[in-house]
């Protein structure tokens, strides 16, 4: 009988409905982990605005950067990077983002406000420029388009835009029917890393016991194949030390059972953080699949942590029982695998990335009775509200009918979460809305149980899935948000003792560090 290679990873999901775009976990990381000469212009944690063209500049235009895999002849290739294509752009990589695409990292000249000289005029404080020290005008940053600042710049370059038409993209624009929402995003910590399998010298690996990616420090030689190679750019490379760097998940932290900094801090609680059982010889299967099929067979490739033939072959793995344990009560799990209400963040990149978002559930036209006349006339004169016969009309066609005339396209949605299937997205978006009709009739009472009840039979839901997902959602306490089983002490001991001799053994081979003359 044969085993499955059953492994365990760290997964997340966001809940984009509830970010409120603070910034407070990128700060958080910020000065936890980049606040050093080199590190200035990092953000391992980056919160965007989307529509918007995001950290660095276009960074899902792959045809400029060329990064993740792409398919040929039924297997999969670095698109822009490996050994081979490394070696011919040695000394020049055109793929490669510049600091023009991120931005040139700045601070002010704060003493000038305590020590200019007495003069009429008020003192302030000019950019100057952390690389050169000479001031500078600043016209880029991280999350330079943020709440749309700017969108006639900047939000209208979001490279999804592509896939709608010029009069969609012109729709979506038109200030009384303009939608955004924030978009967090830090390391995928993916199931089929571009970047360790673009590393020259092998610095970049994978751990087995949570499937955290880390950049061994002594063994990277900055070739930085693996920043051309990811695709969601979230690789670093740091001009102090001439090294690479990336999100480490706040490793030392989950050794300890406790949650990364990013999510400890996060002020709209949209984050969450569990244990997924996975078979990893599919790993190769899966990335090489049909762009259509890849989040479902990514999905199914989820193993059930109550199975008794899994839980066995697992031990048999090696996977502790705690660990076990931690996946049993994941709510990652709960909201990627149980009610299938996340996806992950362009699949299409055949990573097969670990962190999931809950789509957001954006409102709908303010001018939609303009669009059409029957549902014009459903709209009451006076109240100036839609008729609870329209809104949460039970029949099919229309229960969710507020969804096809949401601000922002399902496409648009679509490119960002689901390789363009508009129908798995709209599958996501309809859970979301059976949740509320649910809860109108729980806590408003216009609404009645009937139709809260045809709305979730429609999804597939029942009450307690439904229940579940309102606790997790709005009322869960923090160990509910975050289950991280700790270390145990044999494996932290090989973790810290031996992973730098094991890794770093494939690639080049080379072994002096880098030296810089700074």
Not at 189 to 194: D, E, F, I, S
Not at 345 to 369: C, D, K
């Amino acid at each position: 009988m044969t085993t499955r290679n059953i492994r365990s990873q760290i997964s997340m999901v966001f809940h984009l409905d509830k970010c409120i775009g603070c910034h407070t976990c990128s700060v958080a990381c910020k000065n936890i982990w980049t606040d050093r000469k080199g590190a200035e212009y990092q953000w391992w944690n980056n919160v965007e605005t989307k529509p918007g063209t995001g950290y660095p500049t276009k960074w899902e235009d792959q045809e400029i950067y060329k990064g993740g895999w792409e398919k040929q002849d039924g297997k999969i290739n670095l698109k822009g990077a490996g050994k081979k294509k490394g070696l011919l752009n040695i000394f020049h990589n055109p793929n490669m983002p510049t600091i023009d695409d991120y931005y040139e990292p700045f601070t002010y000249k704060y003493l000038n406000l305590i020590e200019a000289p007495a003069s009429d005029d008020q003192p302030t404080a000019r950019p100057v420029s952390l690389i050169t020290g000479k001031p500078i005008d600043i016209k880029m940053g991280p999350n330079w388009d943020d709440d749309l600042s700017g969108s006639p710049d900047h939000a209208r370059k979001d490279p999804n835009l592509d896939a709608l038409s010029l009069a969609e993209q012109e729709a979506m624009f038109q200030l009384e029917k303009m939608a955004m929402f924030y978009l967090p995003r830090i390391c995928n910590h993916c199931l089929n890393p571009a970047c360790v399998a673009s590393c020259p010298s092998g610095a970049i690996y994978k751990r087995g016991e949570d499937g955290v990616v880390l950049i061994n420090q002594e063994v990277c030689k900055a070739w930085r194949m693996c920043v051309t190679a990811c695709p969601y750019k979230k690789t670093y490379y740091n001009w102090n030390s001439g090294k690479s760097e990336k999100c480490i998940l706040c490793y030392p932290r989950i050794e300890a059972g406790l949650a990364p900094a990013c999510m400890h801090s996060c002020v709209g609680r949209i984050r969450y953080l569990g244990v997924l059982l996975y078979d990893a010889d599919k790993i190769e299967e899966i990335a090489t699949s049909d762009e259509k099929d890849l989040v479902k067979n990514h999905i199914d490739m989820i193993l059930d942590p109550f199975d008794p033939e899994v839980i066995r072959e697992a031990k048999l793995n090696g996977v502790a029982d705690s660990t076990i344990k931690a996946a049993q009560n994941s709510p990652t799990y709960k909201f990627i695998k149980k009610w299938g209400m996340a996806l992950p963040l362009h699949p299409e990149y055949r990573t097969m990335p670990n962190l999931f978002y809950v789509p957001p559930m954006l409102p709908i036209m303010a001018s939609i009775g303009n669009q059409n006349t029957e549902q014009n006339d459903k709209l009451n004169p006076i109240a100036k509200k839609w008729d609870d016969k329209w809104l949460y009309d039970t029949s099919m066609n229309d229960i969710f009918g507020s969804i096809d005339q949401a601000r922002m396209p399902l496409k648009y949605l679509a490119s960002l979460f689901s390789a363009g299937d508009e129908t798995l997205m709209k599958e996501k978006l309809q859970k979301l809305m059976c949740i509320r009709i649910y809860r109108r009739w729980k806590t408003v009472g216009d609404i009645s149980k009937e139709k809260a009840m045809e709305a979730i039979n429609a999804v597939g839901f029942s009450e307690e899935d439904v229940d579940g997902i309102y606790y997790l959602t709005s009322l869960a306490k923090f160990d509910d948000r975050f289950v991280i089983p700790a270390a145990h002490k044999e494996q932290a001991i090989e973790m810290l003792e031996f992973t730098g001799d094991a890794k770093g053994s494939t690639g080049f081979g080379i072994k002096e560090s880098t030296k810089r003359g700074l």
